[in-house]
Antibody, heavy 117, light 109 residues
Framework: QVQLVESGGGVVQPGRSLRLSCAAS????????MHWVRQSPGKGLEWVAL????????YYADSVKGRFTISRDNSKNTLYLQMNSLRAEDTAVYYC??????????WGQGTLVTVSS | QSVLTQPPSVSAAPGQKVTISCSGS????????VSWYQQLPGTAPKLLSY???KRPSGIPDRFSGSKSGTSATLGITGLQTGDEADYYC??????????FGGGTKLTVL
């Protein structure tokens, strides 16, 4: 069965960096586009970024463009999100999600990132 | 402020039917497929409907998606208390970003 397990969240000071990982199993990771989506406490879903199956194409939300980088290692079945220059408004649960039809289908359980001094 | 507009909340009694609307524009819903997600309290979102009206395997036919022009609708029949959740619509936008609605909280009275 499809499994996505995020890790790397935690408490970080404003301006610092953090790298999230998403370990995939139960499907051919290298064949799928992948997304990162976040949810601030008590708020709705916010799409963050997308990377194509081979890593050749990627897109970002305006709110993170220039600060976050999405990447993947198909040999390790792992998706990454490098987050730099973190701000308080980046505090959220970060989900990775597979894309099977032109949008997110299976989601991981999420990892919490708290940006606070 | 979300690109896609959903009502903040809807409610209905057990066994009844409810609809949740999602309004967009020609830049998103008007020219792209719409998906719907259910988020039960404390859990990750789950895909309920994709490509406007298709259901993933395992999703009961009580849940149905539809689209007309620049709006989409999620219908839920035979409401159960276990359907209490937040529901989100989503689609591509012409600016090459995926967009979600602001979410609708369903209360089963």
């Amino acid at each position: 069965q499809v499994q996505l397990v995020e890790s790397g969240g935690g408490v970080v000071q404003p301006g610092r960096s953090l790298r999230l990982s998403c370990a995939a199993s139960g499907f051919t990771f290298s064949s799928y586009t992948m997304h990162w989506v976040r949810q601030s406490p008590g708020k709705g879903l916010e799409w963050v970024a997308l990377i194509s199956y081979d890593g050749s194409n990627y897109y970002y939300a305006d709110s993170v463009k220039g600060r976050f980088t999405i990447s993947r290692d198909n040999s390790k079945n792992t998706l990454y999100l490098q987050m730099n220059s973190l701000r308080a408004e980046d505090t959220a649960v970060y989900y990775c999600a597979r894309d099977d039809f032109g949008g997110p289908d299976y989601w991981g359980q999420g990892t919490l990132v708290t940006v606070s001094s | 402020q979300s690109v896609l507009t959903q009502p903040p909340s809807v409610s209905a009694a057990p066994g009844q039917k409810v609809t949740i609307s999602c309004s967009g524009s020609s830049s998103n819903i008007g020219n792209n497929y719409v998906s719907w997600y259910q988020q039960l309290p404390g859990t990750a979102p789950k895909l309920l409907s994709y490509e406007n009206n298709k259901r993933p395997s395992g999703i009961p036919d009580r849940f149905s998606g539809s689209k007309s022009g620049t709006s989409a609708t999620l219908g839920i029949t035979g409401l159960q208390t276990g359907d209490e959740a937040d529901y989100y619509c989503g689609t591509w936008d012409s600016s090459l970003v995926w967009v979600f609605g602001g979410g609708t909280k369903l209360t089963v009275l």
